[in-house]
């Protein structure tokens, strides 16, 4: 079967973490925005009245399935390509830590939009700065040393132990993604997650991981995703 991936075509935003899935598991799929059906077959499927239509993207198709929510689809893929645990309580447990991690990455949004995305970034700079300091003195080292204390009470490559999961690869987009955003002050505070940083290289260093960030499929950070890098909330 070959999925039918729907996301903006120009962002890596939500939608990467489902690819980065698609792309460990070796999965055949196409990313329909980014063809020459763009985004107009995207909006008439969540325009549609039938059926179970997405609120948004990103959604799969697989087969007659319609997925949407990028924890949803990654549950979905975990079960049928070996990217998660295989008991339903380990199912579960790597579901919630997904969950965990899309928290995580609306607070890394509102870094640069904390009066929210109808207004441009440059309309709420004073606002974005002091969000931006709170964001890294409290919440980076909750979250991210909440992962960091898994992978060293395990003992293991990855956060589940000697398995690779999803959520090691939504890990590995973290860690890459605040590395593009906040270069400065991500390299001050990587000595605090050393064992989520080894977990990061393992990731990256994966075979079909490693083929698709040499890729033109990887689309690159730019300043309209998740991640956007402005000096002046850099520290």
Not at 157 to 165: N, P, Q, S
Request: net charge positive.
């Amino acid at each position: 079967m070959k999925y039918e991936l729907y996301y903006w075509p120009e962002i890596q935003g939500r939608g990467e973490y489902v690819r980065l899935a698609l792309e460990e598991a070796g999965a055949a799929y196409i990313d329909v925005a980014r063809g020459p059906r763009g985004t107009a077959a995207m909006m008439k499927m969540m325009d549609a009245h039938k059926g179970t239509p997405p609120f948004a993207p990103p959604f799969l198709k697989a087969g007659k399935l319609v997925i949407g929510q990028t924890a949803n689809i990654l549950l979905y893929l975990g079960a049928r390509h070996a990217l998660a645990l295989k008991s339903e309580a380990g199912q579960l447990w790597v579901h919630q830590l997904q969950l965990t991690i899309t928290d995580f990455m609306v607070e890394i949004h509102d870094t640069h939009h904390p009066l929210g995305p109808s207004l441009y970034y440059e309309d709420q700079k004073p606002p974005a700065k002091k969000r931006t300091a709170d964001f890294w003195g409290e919440r980076v080292p909750k979250y991210l040393g909440y992962f960091e204390h898994l992978l060293q009470d395990n003992g293991g490559a990855y956060v589940t132990g000697r398995k690779l999961t999803y959520v090691d690869l939504s890990l590995f987009q973290l860690v890459a993604g605040l590395r593009y955003a906040f270069p400065k002050r991500m390299k001050a505070f990587e000595t605090d997650i050393p064992a989520l940083v080894g977990m990061h290289d393992r990731v990256s260093a994966r075979p079909n991981i490693k083929a698709y960030l040499e890729s033109e499929r990887r689309i690159p950070f730019n300043e309209q995703g998740i991640f956007r890098r402005y000096r002046e909330l850099d520290g």
